[in-house]
């Protein structure tokens, strides 16, 4: 800090600042000048219209940015990162008792993001409990009482790496403790003339609960039928485990019921332990892809996507295509989709998940490992104790060398392979596994398996291979789970269902010179001992305008489905034509197997929280069918409504569901919910209800207690939460209007927003021996300046409430407390005679 302290008088007497003016004056200083913060101002009390002279405390402006020594809880903000809220304490510095500097702990100093060398670099002061920031030259700190917050502004020589939205790991939160409930319900009711009624629900979730950087979680699935066969139900809790992130390693450790990570291998279910590098703790340009899957429905329908009998996801979707894309980085593997028509038919096709090459950058090892009891559906634990690990590792620039194993008694399983990254020709991998099985009947089983797979984005041609993949085994080549199947049904060596070849394809292609995109997806697999299945679907859309109407659409797609022996095809058209800025018409037209239906839909966006769709349709051979489906975001849950009615047919309705309950110490609140069991934050408003806040979906409105569940973060991604200032109540304000926070996955975040309440009045502060406090003095609720005094005691306050008291401040110290009656007057903003009598603080 420099030592040569620039004096500053205001001397031009012709201007004279009144009272008021100057006090509101006086406060920028403090907030804007940033490059005089150790500049001393002296004021020329001659152009003060004061009466009283002798009575006047400008100790608080008396330097440009100085803050009075003590400790002040505000929220550290590290360039464009934001720290949470914390004590800093403010001390005079050695070489000038007389100024105070903002005191960063080691602590504090842990979180900045520093290099490891630069922080070791760091000397500290004052017994070692400050940091001397000399030691990194061009830091610069800048408290700001105003709006409660520190401003550190670092090099970016000194700070580990870091993206736009993305902070290095001495920045993320663990969150606080606390427990969850995370739900999604489905209920269906459907009348049909022939069969009479039958209703059904379903439903699956998570509790859990964490405790420091721990997530203990469980996982829930329950079931309900009942039509005229009887009546069924199930409440199963199908999964438990924990995990946690071991942030120096950039790896997952979870303990548990679990299911098999494995880029090489096929998944299984066991109970053990593993130790995975998890990608999401990467940079978001060195992270994977999460899966899509999409369709056609056909009616108001029900899409569940389960993988090993576990439910990933479950909802309601409107006639037409779909596409789901909210599911999991972490979901690989096969998965199988069901939609549930609500006239009582369905289809089910299965959906590869198989990712981009597995490739490392140089230097960089990406490992896997595990060891546990295998188990069968239900986590009945069966067959001998199982060691897996695999890896990849970056050899050099483009290269990198993968290979795993699998440990099992009498299985065995073992992978070698290599990447390549191609560079302008894209990225491949190719990799081979040997399996040795020992099975009762048939003696020791021997095979091989071999793999390609490839991706590329060819920027020039608007084209991108997301995914093209190669598989061929022989047939007594044996994965671990139809190893573990062959054991528990005794199928001896048959290896009944073994795969023989698997092809798969996702291409997108983009046309811009006509306004058209398309779509591809190939999935095609050969069996040893069973007939094939493949799916293939393609689509083609395009916008255009047409007159005055703009943004037009057109698609068209088709599907082909082979399972067990049964094909579906599906050719689906729809146009559509939108009318102002939120509705639109919708026709379609869909051909298959079952015949053909036509459809003609209105769809309206009400607002951000609430969306409808009213359609009706004819299909061959039957009645008219009017359907109707209905979208709303709230506080407390998202929903979806669907009814549909066909003459002479059926009539059906459908609800479904996504919310959850969070508690802490600090509070609890009812909220939607994106992932079950995922990254929450919660904001407190101190008290306030009705304020509304937002993430990165519609706005939420705080409760009674003025807490409010934020649902829609990510995991390691520097998230923002703000208050929507232009929908708060006119006696509302907010001091600290946007937070950021980046948080562990599954974490419980939590963030409190500056609010003040209250109405804004003018009044007279009188001492008990009849004088006013001086004029400049602070006034506080809450540690926080509601009003300056001017002359003669008058001062215009904010956030008044009835019964409030307040300190006056001056001299560095409180010095006495006045209280606000508990009836205001009715208009308080005009009412200038208030006297507030101000007594004495007690030392």
């Excluded at 000399?134 to 020589?157: E, F, H, K, N």
Aim: a neutral charge.
């Amino acid at each position: 800090m420099s030592e040569n302290k620039t004096q500053r008088t205001i001397t031009d007497k012709r201007t004279r600042l009144t009272p008021l003016a100057l006090a509101i004056f006086l406060t920028l200083p403090a907030a804007g000048l940033h490059s005089v913060w150790a500049q001393k101002v002296e004021f020329n009390l001659d152009n003060l219209d004061v009466s009283d002279r002798d009575n006047i405390d400008l100790t608080q402006f008396s330097r440009a940015g100085f803050i009075m020594p003590g400790q002040y809880d505000l929220v550290v903000h590290v360039n464009k990162s934001e720290l949470p809220e914390m004590p800093i304490n403010f001390l005079p510095p050695d070489n000038d008792p007389k100024d105070s500097v903002a005191c960063l702990t080691p602590e504090i100093m842990m979180q900045l993001g520093l290099k490891p060398n630069s922080l070791a670099n760091v000397s500290y002061w004052h017994s070692g409990e400050c940091a001397d920031l000399i030691s990194l030259p061009g830091t610069l700190v800048r408290g700001d009482l105003a709006g409660s917050a520190l401003y550190i502004s670092v090099p970016q020589a000194y700070l580990e790496y870091n993206a736009p939205d993305w902070d290095p790991p001495s920045r993320w939160d663990e969150g606080i403790p606390g427990v969850l409930f995370d739900y999604n319900v489905n209920l269906n009711y459907t009348d049909a003339k022939r069969d009479e009624d039958s209703t059904s629900g379903s439903g699956n979730g998570i509790a859990g609960a964490n405790i420091g950087p721990w997530r203990v979680r469980a996982d829930w699935q329950a079931h309900y039928s009942r039509n005229p066969r009887g009546t069924t139900q199930q409440m199963s809790w199908s999964q438990y485990y924990a995990y946690r992130a071991i942030k120096a390693w950039r790896a997952k450790l979870m303990v548990g019921q679990n299911y098999l990570a494995t880029d090489l291998f096929e998944s299984v279910r066991y109970i053990g332990v593993s130790l995975t590098s998890d990608d999401s703790q990467l940079p978001p340009n060195l992270r994977g892809y999460a899966p899509e899957v999409s369709g056609v429905a056909r009616t108001n329908a029900k899409v569940t996507i389960s993988q090993l009998g576990r439910v990933l996801y479950e909802s309601q979707v409107a006639p037409g295509p779909f596409l789901i894309q909210d599911l999991s980085e972490a979901v690989s593997g096969t998965l199988d989709v069901k939609v549930e028509e609500q006239d009582g038919s369905s289809q089910q096709f299965q959906v590869d998940t198989a990712s981009i090459p597995y490739l490392s950058r140089p230097g960089q090892v990406r490992y896997k490992v595990s060891a546990g009891q295998p188990a069968d559906q239900q986590f009945h634990p069966h067959g001998t104790l199982m060691h897996t690990g695999e890896f990849s590792w970056g050899i050099s620039n483009g290269w990198s060398l993968l290979g795993g194993g699998v440990a099992a008694g009498k299985y065995n399983a073992l992978s070698v392979g290599v990447g390549r990254d191609l560079l302008a020709l894209g990225a491949i991998s190719f990799s081979a596994t040997q399996s040795r099985a020992e099975l009762p009947r048939s003696g020791k089983q021997i095979g091989s398996s071999y793999s390609v797979s490839y991706s590329k984005r060819f920027e020039e041609y608007d084209t991108q291979v997301t995914f093209a993949g190669y598989r061929f085994s022989q047939r007594n080549f044996m994965s671990m789970s139809s190893y573990l199947d062959a054991l528990l049904n005794d199928e001896g060596g048959n290896n009944r269902g073994s795969s023989k070849q698997t092809y798969s394809l996702t291409l997108n292609k983009q046309f811009r010179s006509l306004g058209l995109s398309a779509f591809l997806n190939y999935n095609y697999q050969t069996y040893w001992n069973r007939p094939a299945t493949s799916r293939w679907n393609m689509s083609l859309a395009r916008y255009f305008d047409l007159g005055n109407i703009k943004n037009m659409s057109v698609n068209l797609s088709a599907y082909r489905t082979q399972l067990r022996g049964k094909t579906d095809d599906s050719l689906y058209l729809s146009l559509n034509v939108p009318f102002g800025s939120s509705s639109s018409i919708n026709y379609s037209a869909q051909n298959g197997d079952y015949g053909t239906t036509q459809n003609v839909g209105w769809y309206d966006r009400v607002d951000e929280r609430n969306n409808y769709q009213v359609s009706t349709s004819t299909s061959s051979g039957t009645s008219p069918t009017f359907s109707g489906f209905y979208s709303h975001t709230g506080n407390y849950m998202q929903s979806n409504t669907s009814a549909s009615y066909q003459s002479g047919g059926y009539r059906s309705a459908g609800f479904s569901a996504q919310g959850g309950v969070t508690a802490t110490a600090q509070g609890a609140a009812l909220h939607r919910t994106n992932f079950a069991g995922g990254t929450r934050l919660m904001v407190d408003t101190e008290g306030v209800s009705g304020v509304p806040v937002q993430g990165n979906g519609a706005v939420t409105y705080t409760n009674m207690f003025g807490k409010a569940l934020i649902a829609d973060v990510n995991s390691y991604y520097r998230n923002q939460a703000s208050i929507d200032i232009n929908k708060l109540a006119d006696n509302v304000e907010a001091e600290r209007p946007i937070t950021q926070v980046t948080l562990t996955e599954g974490a419980i975040g939590y963030r409190t927003f500056g609010v003040i309440t209250g109405q804004k009045l003018m009044a007279v502060i009188r001492r008990a021996d009849g004088s006013f406090p001086p004029f400049g003095a602070s006034v506080l609720s809450k540690g926080r300046e509601t009003g300056i005094v001017n002359d003669n005691g008058n001062v215009w306050l904010s956030g008044v409430n009835p019964g409030t008291k307040m300190d006056v401040k001056w001299s560095g110290k409180t010095q006495c407390t006045i209280s606000l009656p508990n009836v205001l007057p009715e208009d308080a903003m005009g009412e200038t005679n208030l006297l507030l009598p101000c007594i004495d603080s007690v030392e």
